[in-house]
């Protein structure tokens, strides 16, 4: 993993060929860069150490932001022995031997830091077997994982480790990292600053990445400072972080959704493209933009809903890419669109009620009575045919008999709906007067 600090990189005792990455690797936590917050003196990590006690912890955050460095450097500065594993090569019998390893060096006094990379790998029972050693102190686990450890990890595993948020590197920290690498190697990178600029975006804050592509545009033999243009002729950007079924998809998802509702369409196309490059399935976006429409401009814009299910039948018709234009044209009418969550509260807070109030008839005036026996009985006995009625309408009551008349749909007074009040209030009125008042 990339190592985040501003030093010059240590002699490679063995003479081998390594990574630049590697080469650059860290030697004390004040060096690092990008993870100030959590190393700060009050910072999570910062008063561990200042207390002298460092607990189990899970390192979340996105690949190349130093967490196996961050790992490997907690170990040497509280003493304890550093032991690597990644859950993807490991099984149940290594674990077994690493803690029987760590529990008789305990005996001679020393602590056991266990990193175990891509923890979220590790199936329950798995990750239940390191519960007792972590309890009774044979070893320190430090997990690393790039998914929400909430949704990945056991709650007893996570009751029992601090989780540590690492941030995502910025245009900033990987400008530091470049200037590292170029103070390691001797000489500065052939590129002009907009084509630098490019090169710092292409890594897109992953700092290992980063250093990988300083290592190739260093090893070309060019005759003057390239151009961007030429830089990207060279290298292909690295693609997006995305993972289609994790955190990526839903924290992606809900931004496009919250950019239509916050009624900013050129934030909600900024989304839809991240999730299109990002290699998204344009049909799962097309049935949550159909979503936005029934549950976010609902009646305000009766068009909203027709609209979307014409984009997602484009989509379906011309595929991509021409069939994306469609569903990008969705999310547009839906941003600009009047707003208005009236049905969906509405709907909500009578699905409550229909659970409180269990298996209550309707009224006998509006049971069907087919048969003889049903009129003795009294079904349909008054009802009132609202088309014989003045002005087409009964006012009658549909509620169960002895429920109390509910309010449930409550339209703002905005778009379509604004005229939907009106015809409400006056239904409330006609009703009111008919009724006796």
Not at 209 to 227: I, K, S, T
Not at 281 to 292: S, Y
Not at 376 to 391: P, T
Not at 401 to 426: I, N
């Amino acid at each position: 993993m990339a190592d985040l600090f501003d030093r010059d990189a240590p002699p490679d005792p063995a003479g081998a060929p390594r990574p630049l990455a590697d080469r650059l690797r860290p030697a004390r936590l004040a060096e690092v860069i990008g993870q100030e917050r959590v190393l700060a003196e009050d910072g999570p990590l910062g008063a561990m150490l200042r207390a002298g006690s460092l607990s189990s912890l899970i390192l979340w955050g996105p690949p190349g932001v130093g967490k196996t460095t961050l790992a490997r450097l907690l170990a040497a500065e509280t003493r304890l022995a550093f032991v690597q594993v990644s859950a993807i090569f490991t099984g149940v019998p290594d674990l077994r031997k690493i803690f029987e390893t760590a529990r008789l060096r305990r005996r001679e006094g020393m602590g056991t830091l266990l990193f175990v990379d891509e923890i979220h790998r590790f199936n329950k029972a798995q990750q239940d077997g390191f519960l007792p050693y972590m309890e009774d102190g044979t070893i320190v686990l430090v997990g690393a994982t790039t998914e929400n450890p909430s949704f990945e990890l056991n709650a007893a595993l996570l009751s029992r480790a601090q989780v540590i948020v690492l941030e995502r590197l910025t245009p900033a920290h990987l400008e530091r990292l470049a200037r590292r690498a170029e103070k390691a190697l001797g000489r500065a990178l052939p590129l002009l600053p907009e084509a630098r600029e490019a090169l710092v975006a292409m890594a897109d804050g992953d700092g290992r990445a980063l250093l990988n592509l300083v290592e190739q545009v260093m090893a070309w033999a060019v005759a003057g400072p390239l151009a961007a243009a030429e830089l990207a002729r060279r290298l292909n950007r690295r693609a997006a972080v995305y993972d289609k079924a994790g955190e990526a998809h839903y924290n992606l998802i809900s931004a496009l959704h919250k950019a239509v509702r916050g009624s900013d369409p050129d934030a909600a196309l900024y989304w839809l493209a991240r999730m299109l490059e990002g290699g998204e399935d344009p049909r799962v976006l097309a049935r949550r933009i159909t979503r936005m429409a029934a549950e976010d401009v609902g009646l305000a814009d009766p068009q909203a809903l027709a609209l979307c299910l014409a984009a997602w039948e484009s989509y379906e018709r011309l595929g991509s890419p021409e069939g994306e234009l469609a569903l990008a044209g969705a999310v547009v009418w839906l941003a600009l669109a009047p707003k208005s969550n009236a049905v969906y509260s509405a709907f909500a807070a009578a699905r409550a009620r229909a659970r409180e109030t269990g298996s209550l008839a309707p009224p006998a005036h509006i049971l069907n009575a087919p048969t003889r026996l049903m009129k003795a009985l009294g079904y349909g006995a008054g009802y009132v045919y609202d088309h014989d009625a003045e002005d087409g309408f009964s006012g009658q009551d549909y509620f169960p008999e002895g429920m109390a008349r509910p309010v449930f749909y409550l339209p703002p007074d905005r778009g379509m709906e604004r005229e939907l009040k009106k015809r409400l209030d006056w239904f409330a009125r006609q009703r009111a007067r008919r009724q006796g008042g």
